[in-house]
């Protein structure tokens, strides 16, 4: 039987999350909820992000739609509630649908803070329920293959490693919540996370951070260039913005040096390039599914067989949340900050 799924938030990720579900024949999306009736009604056509979503008309026959959350989070005939609420709102429902004894799919960040992600985490644990993280870099082809070649010190040891993400501003998010820290973090906690994530999944806790940042005003972490303490040997950077004009569009990538070789990816090309002594870059097989839907997959596999994740466990997706804090405050304080882990 279909794990049965309910989504709530039906906007550029809400409407990606129900496309990949519908068609995975592993899940089944029994409900949607959005406070705005044109998403209930399948009118779609005025979603929009920094990467192509299918918008549109939608078919909604057979998908029960709900215009409050806490009435999807009560069906009984849903199994697990995916939230792709704006950040903020990420602990508040996630919780409420723990308690109700669902499993929980949530976007990236996990929540707006680390405090409240652990919050998340605690109600997962007391409610013996599974929790799942956006976390879609950790998936994503060409950076999931350069994960395994850096563990297996295929090429030798990192050098050096620098994540790039830069954006042109967001202002299509609903009520432009996107724009307002208290309730996205502005691009340090919405986009750039993604690379803060890859850094910590890869390379394990640095022991400090050093940030700075530009901003439309004092204290906005609009963009963001970070070095991550490894301590002497290996130079792991990472820069994200998001202040660019609208024609600026979006682009991510990477270079990371090793002893032996040199691999890059961007997303313009999508390919892995490997570039080794010879003088002719190679490009590398990378598995052919986009990232978000692998990820999403591996969570529905999960509920369905009764695992956890290994890739993502959620207490990992706490941890990148308290290390883009400690990258704010260095940012902002203009020190030096140190990072430990918290156990648990
Ligand atoms: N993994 C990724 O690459 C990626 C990319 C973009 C966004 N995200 C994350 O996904 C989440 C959602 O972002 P988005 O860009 O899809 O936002 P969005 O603004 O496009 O969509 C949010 C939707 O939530 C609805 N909504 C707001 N309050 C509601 C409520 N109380 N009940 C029901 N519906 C409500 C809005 O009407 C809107 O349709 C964020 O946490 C964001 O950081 C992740």
Redesign the pocket.
Same mark, same amino acid.
């Given at each position: 039987m279909p794990v049965r799924i309910g989504v /709530? =938030? /039906?906007?550029?990720? =809400?409407s990606a999350h129900f496309n990949i579900h519908r068609s995975n024949p592993a899940a089944k999306v029994v409900a949607i %909820? $959005? !406070?705005?009736p044109k998403?209930l009604s399948g009118d779609w056509s005025s !979603?929009a992000?920094n990467v192509a979503v299918g918008g549109g008309k939608v078919d909604l026959s057979g998908v029960k739609t709900y215009d409050c959350?806490d009435e999807l989070i009560a069906d009984p005939e849903i199994d697990a509630v995916d939230i792709?609420? @704006?950040?903020y +709102? &990420?602990a508040e429902f996630a919780i409420k649908a723990l308690q109700a004894g669902k499993h929980v799919l949530c976007?990236? @960040?996990m929540a707006r803070t680390s405090a409240e992600a652990r919050k998340m985490l605690d109600a997962a644990k007391k409610a013996k329920r599974k929790l799942f993280i =956006?976390q %879609?870099i950790r998936f994503w082809p060409g950076w999931f293959e350069a994960r395994e070649i850096i563990r297996t010190k295929k090429y030798g040891k990192v050098i050096s490693a620098n994540f790039r993400r830069f954006s042109q501003l967001p202002t *299509? =998010? *609903?009520q432009n *919540? +996107?724009q307002d820290n208290a309730k996205?973090g502005l691009c340090a906690l $919405?986009m750039h996370i &993604?690379d803060t994530d890859y850094v910590l999944y890869t390379f394990g806790a640095p022991k400090a951070v050093t940030a700075h940042y530009a901003g439309f005003k004092k204290g906005r972490l609009d963009h963001i260039l970070v070095a991550y303490d490894y301590g002497q040997g290996m130079l792991v950077t990472s820069e994200g913005a998001w202040e660019y004009k609208p024609s600026f569009g979006f682009t991510m990538g990477f270079v990371i040096h090793m002893e032996k070789a040199t691999l890059t990816w961007q997303i313009e090309t999508g390919k892995l390039m490997l570039h080794g002594a010879s003088g002719k870059a190679e490009v590398l097989p990378t598995v052919m599914e986009d990232g978000?839907n692998r990820e999403l997959k591996h969570y529905v596999d999960c509920i369905a067989n009764n695992k956890q994740s290994e890739i993502c466990p959620p207490a990992s997706a706490i941890a990148t949340v308290s290390l883009v804090e400690a990258e704010a405050k260095s940012a902002l304080s203009g020190r030096k900050v140190a990072f430990k882990l918290k156990k648990g």
């Open positions: /709530i =938030g /039906i906007g550029f990720m =809400g %909820c $959005d !406070i705005d998403k !979603i992000g959350a792709t609420l @704006p950040t +709102l &990420h976007e990236k @960040p =956006g %879609c *299509w =998010g *609903w *919540w +996107l996205s $919405d &993604h978000y």
